[in-house]
């Protein structure tokens, strides 16, 4: 491995590590159980959830683990501009949905899936229905 991919391996893990909390506050806030964190941030022990929320900075960030991040990110940023009551903005995802592709079901239920383009196809859903404006 050159010295280039270190560091750009090391960026990754710092970039992850200080967004992590943000992630875990969001998690928070929409109600998340620790079945739902594990398969939002594709986790595969509570163990690991448990030391990644008490220990952010020794989280070992992978690309996959930063991209579920951005989603989540994505997402908040998404309903923060498409609802004024802090109600909607959080609990939204928890809510079931008649939009054909929800199909009665909530966006957690889509995203706890457990796969990467779960939470895409959530983000660009609410990318398109906001106007994709910043």
């Not at 930063?66 to 928890?94: G, P």
């Not at 079901?105 to 910043?134: F, H, P």
């Amino acid at each position: 491995m050159n010295a280039t991919h270190r560091a750009s391996s090391q960026d990754l893990t710092d970039v992850g590590n200080k967004v992590l909390p943000v992630v875990f506050n969001i998690l928070d806030k929409w109600c998340c159980s620790q079945q739902q964190q594990m398969a939002l941030l594709g986790l595969s022990s509570r163990s690991t959830l448990n030391k990644y929320r008490t220990h952010p900075e020794s989280a070992k960030v992978s690309k996959d683990l930063l991209e579920r991040m951005s989603y989540i990110l994505n997402i908040h940023k998404c309903l923060r501009i498409m609802f004024t009551a802090e109600d909607s903005v959080y609990h939204w995802v928890q809510k079931s949905n008649s939009h054909p592709f929800f199909a009665g079901r909530s966006a957690m239920d889509v995203m706890c899936e457990g796969k990467v383009v779960d939470l895409y196809q959530v983000a660009s859903r609410l990318n398109a229905w906001r106007g994709g404006q910043s």
